[in-house]
């Protein structure tokens, strides 16, 4: 059993950056791909960017590509977000999740991810 907090959010103008955390507790954070989704309201859940295990080759949605970084210290027990650039479109409740996911292409798939955490708001004024 993981279990995974999210921290690190807030009410942030256009433009501006934060970085958000995911501490993992319970086994090793290392034995699992660590993934972000985000939630707006009305929306469904959307992934946002992903490590495998070692942290190589980080996934990211199309959207938030050369404005986020998503990063792991695995010593830690410990994932992070970094938000550059953000726009009012970030908008929503960012959502840290672990999970032993075998393929690269199941990275940005929710259902890959066994664990969850409540979520931190993150809201981008304009």
């Known amino acids: 059993q993981v279990m995974v907090v999210e921290s690190g959010g807030g009410l942030v103008q256009a433009g501006g950056s934060l970085r958000l955390s995911c501490a993992a507790s319970?086994?090793?954070?290392?034995?699992?791909?660590m993934g972000w989704f985000r939630q707006a309201p009305g929306k469904e859940r959307e992934f946002v960017a992903a490590?495998?295990?070692?942290?190589?080759?980080?996934y990211y949605v199309d959207s938030v590509k050369g404005r986020f970084n998503i990063s792991r210290d695995n010593a830690k027990n410990t994932a992070y977000l970094q938000m550059n650039s953000l726009k009012p479109e970030d908008t929503a409740n960012y959502y840290c999740?672990?999970?032993?996911?075998?393929?690269?292409?199941?990275?940005?798939?929710?259902?890959?991810?066994?664990?969850w955490g409540q979520g931190t708001q993150v809201t981008v004024s304009s």
């Open positions: 319970g086994r090793t954070l290392s034995n699992y791909a």
């Open positions: 999740a672990a999970g032993v996911v075998v393929y690269y292409s199941d990275l940005r798939r929710p259902e890959k991810y066994n664990y």
């Open positions: 490590t495998r295990r070692s942290g190589a080759s980080p």
